[in-house]
């Protein structure tokens, strides 16, 4: 079995293997001050044009992303990655080291899962969340525009006719959070390889937004720091050709080398968000991350 990540912005498909259970177990922490790569103010900003460009019928959905980093920093990789996976119990956590970088991973996601809500620890409140979240125009909106662009990308890969919604607007309930999934599937046409299928979908439509091509333009424009690793894909292929890949989300990124790490976050935004919401979301997604490397949640900018 051969484990790869495809990096966000260039596409490249990269072979790597999981961190052995040995590597950097004797490292003494040292963990300085978590910043934002810009402020609230210049998010709302920024959201507000893309907003514009929403209205002007430019995209309908986006995908806005910002940076959170520290540096000076100096981290048990193992250590972090078995505390975010206590944290999230999340179904595709992976530790991977890719040359300098580990990547530190808890993503919830595959490649069209969508919409989160904090859970809460009394079972009626929990369940109202869960029902607000099924319910929530927004979200649906948000997904259904992400399922739209996975049915296109994969109908150029599939036999004419399969490409079905398996699943619409489903929750599913992690260990702090609730995820609105829907799937798309269908039969692959013969003769279509791996790297066929990684051409048509990559990168994933939840990550990027609709129309797609125009939305990956204005990320590349809005956003104040390249992706890179986060928001590409990450996972295995076996040997009968059948392979398996999460999107690069709720993960770290720590060079020891550079003593720096950092992550993303982010939210779509469509023609019914409200900014300030968006802004929270970003704060509650990044709440966790900083929790699993140490450091107090209420980080005030």
């Known amino acids: 079995m051969s484990h790869y990540l495809i990096l966000f912005e260039s596409g490249e498909i990269v072979e790597i293997e999981p961190v052995s259970g040995e590597e950097e177990t004797n490292v003494v922490t040292k963990v300085g001050n978590i910043q934002c790569r810009l402020n609230k103010e210049t998010y709302l900003e ?28 100096v981290i ?33 996601e595959r490649f069209i899962q969508k919409g989160t809500a904090r859970r809460s620890a009394d079972a009626m409140k929990d369940s109202t969340i ?4 099924k319910n929530s125009l927004k979200e649906q909106t948000e997904n259904v525009m992400a399922v739209d662009v996975a049915r296109n990308d994969l109908s150029r890969v599939a036999q004419k006719g399969t490409v079905q919604v398996t699943e619409l607007f489903g929750v599913h309930t992690f260990k702090n959070v609730h995820q609105m999934v829907s799937t798309v599937s269908c039969k692959i046409k013969e ?33 104040l720091s390249p992706r890179g690793i986060y928001s590409g894909a990450l996972g295995f292929v076996d040997d009968t050709g059948d392979f398996d890949f999460c999107v690069v989300i709720r993960t770290i990124i720590y060079n020891p080398k550079l003593k720096r790490l950092s ?18 979301e970003c704060l ?3 709440e ?13 900018f």
């Open 46 to 73: 920024n959201v507000n044009k893309l907003l514009a460009h929403i209205k002007r019928g430019d995209i309908y959905e986006i995908n806005y992303c910002i940076e959170f980093f520290c540096e000076d920093v």
């Open 76 to 108: 048990n990789p193992r250590q972090v990655f078995n505390k975010l996976n206590e944290l999230t119990q999340a179904p595709y956590a992976q530790l991977i080291r890719v040359g300098e970088e580990y990547i530190i991973c808890a993503s919830p």
């Open 130 to 133: 869960k029902n607000a979240l």
């Open 191 to 223: 003769g279509i390889n791996f790297n066929d299928i990684i051409r048509a979908t990559f990168p994933p439509a939840s990550m990027t937004g609709a129309p797609k091509l125009k939305a990956v333009e204005l990320i590349k424009k809005y956003e």
């Open 263 to 280: 992550f993303h976050v982010g939210s779509a935004i469509t023609a019914q968000c409200n900014p300030e919401e968006e802004w929270n």
């Open 284 to 286: 509650l997604k990044a």
């Open 288 to 300: 966790t991350l900083i929790k699993s490397i140490g450091l107090n949640s209420g980080f005030g």
